[in-house]
Structures are given as structure tokens and as C-alpha cells.
């Protein structure tokens, strides 16, 4: 059974700093692609940054230069450093992983992540 479980969310006034972790476990082997989605109240749910296994990495451009994804495929775990936090950035995060040779996507359960303005 694959699972995806969050850590590190939480409140924090903006400006301020967090670092989500999600780390995976069961039966999965190699995975593509590793990242973050946010869904905020009302919203659809979007895409934060991803990385695949071969390390090229894409960021919604609302979170470039602030926010920094990486991976551990040892582990295997992904990881989003999040600086100069917005009240914009207040969602649910979820993590996110798909394994190319299953063709499936698996999602964590989501952890809160709320900004103070």
C-alpha cells in the first residue's frame, strides 16, 4: 500500500518561513515526478513546484524565488522550503508523486499552511 505522509505546516506571520516534508512509503520503486499542490479556500487546486527524478524542476510562477522544492529518492521524500511567506499562500498543501510505469498519481492528505498578514 502506497502512502504519502506531510509534516510542517502550521501558522506563521508573512514574511516569515516553513518547510513541508512528505515522505513515501510502500511498494513503489522509482518515481517520476515528486511535488506540491495547494488548494485554498473557494479555489481550485493548484500546482506549487514539481521535480522529477532526473532533477528539472517547475514552480508556479507566483511562488518563484520564494519557494524550493527537492527530493531525496533514497528515501524517498520531497521537500518545499517556503520564504517570504504571502497571506496569499494560505491553503492546504498536498504532496504529490506519480509513477510513470504504473501510469498513477498517489496524493498525500493535505497539510494546512496559514499566513498571518
Known amino acids: 500500500q502506497i502512502q504519502l505522509v506531510e509534516s510542517g505546516g502550521g501558522l506563521v506571520q508573512a514574511g516569515g518561513s516553513l518547510r513541508l516534508s512528505c515522505r513515501a512509503s510502500?511498494?513503489?520503486?522509482?518515481?517520476?515526478?515528486m511535488g506540491w499542490y495547494r488548494q485554498a479556500p473557494g479555489k481550485q487546486r493548484e500546482l506549487v513546484a514539481t521535480i522529477t527524478a532526473h532533477g528539472n524542476l517547475n514552480y508556479a510562477d507566483s511562488v518563484k524565488g520564494r519557494f524550493t522544492i527537492s527530493r531525496d529518492n533514497a528515501k524517498p521524500m520531497v521537500s518545499l522550503q517556503m520564504n517570504s511567506l504571502k497571506s496569499e499562500d494560505t491553503a492546504v498543501y498536498y504532496c504529490?508523486?506519480?509513477?510513470?510505469?504504473?501510469?498513477?498519481?498517489?496524493w498525500g492528505q493535505g497539510t494546512q499552511v496559514t499566513v498571518s498578514s
Open positions: 510502500g511498494p513503489i520503486g522509482s518515481i517520476d515526478v
Open positions: 504529490y508523486i506519480h509513477v510513470g510505469r504504473w501510469s498513477r498519481d498517489y
